[in-house]
């Protein structure tokens, strides 16, 4: 069966400090990988999307950057993080070509920036 | 961008009873689905219906699209305190195939 594997579940960072978050799916080939974002009490915002090794889509401008190396491992990365990146961050996996059907969700990670 | 609101925001009932919760949308979807959040996790997928279904059921849940009015309806039958969570409906929108999720819809369920 297939899991996806996503860590650390909280993170403290400094403002001006580097950020790597890192999701693996095991069980699966050519997933399509997604980064979710989270506030506080609102809606998830899609933040990237990748359909295969090296092929990244962003949705919307930020301090944050993603990253494919391998099939099945996403990197969520940043080089200065700044306080709006606080949020929760999903990792999350589709499988086949379309983009719009079920997702598989990690368990998330808590990132606040002080 | 497209995006899913759900109505009404926060829902308070007692166990057994039914919590029935609205999504509405702005373009036309290939499908709607919704999601369950227990707090601090990440979103289990509940149920997904497409355009040309107007109505699907699991196991508690039932699932209404009126593609019309753009709206949906999930339905939690005979609730459970383990029912206690955010839900969240998500579309997509004819050519563009990703997801858009709503702000979420809180419930609570008081044994």
């Known amino acids: 069966s297939q899991t996806i594997h996503q860590w650390p579940a909280t993170l403290v960072q400094p403002v001006g400090s580097p950020l790597s978050l890192e999701c693996t799916v095991e069980g699966t080939s050519n997933p399509n990988l997604y980064w979710y974002r989270q506030a506080a009490g609102r809606g998830l915002q899609l933040l990237f999307y990748?359909?295969?090794?090296?092929?990244i889509s962003s949705e919307v401008p930020q301090n944050l950057s993603a990253s494919r190396p391998q099939d099945r491992q996403f990197i969520l990365s940043s080089k200065k993080l700044l306080l709006s990146d606080s949020g929760f961050y999903l990792c999350?996996?589709?499988?086949?070509?379309?983009?719009?059907?079920?997702?598989?969700f990690g368990s998330g990670t808590q990132l606040s920036v002080l | 961008s497209q995006q899913g609101e759900e109505d009404p925001q926060a829902l308070s009932i007692q166990e057994g009873e039914n919590a029935t919760m609205n999504c509405s949308y702005k373009t036309s979807i290939n499908n709607l689905q919704w999601y369950r959040q227990n707090s601090g996790r990440g979103l289990v997928h509940l149920i997904l219906i497409r355009s040309n279904e107007r109505e699907k059921h699991s196991g508690r849940l039932r699932v209404t699209l009126d593609t019309s009015k753009k709206s949906s309806s999930l339905l939690i039958t005979a609730s459970r305190a383990a029912d206690t969570a955010s839900y969240f409906c998500?579309?997509?929108?004819?050519?563009?195939?990703?997801?858009?999720f709503g702000k979420g819809n809180q419930v609570v369920v008081i044994p």
């Open positions: 999350a996996w589709s499988p086949g070509q379309a983009t719009n059907e079920k997702l598989f």
């Open positions: 998500a579309t997509d929108a004819r050519g563009n195939n990703r997801l858009a």
């Open positions: 990748s359909v295969g090794i090296g092929q």
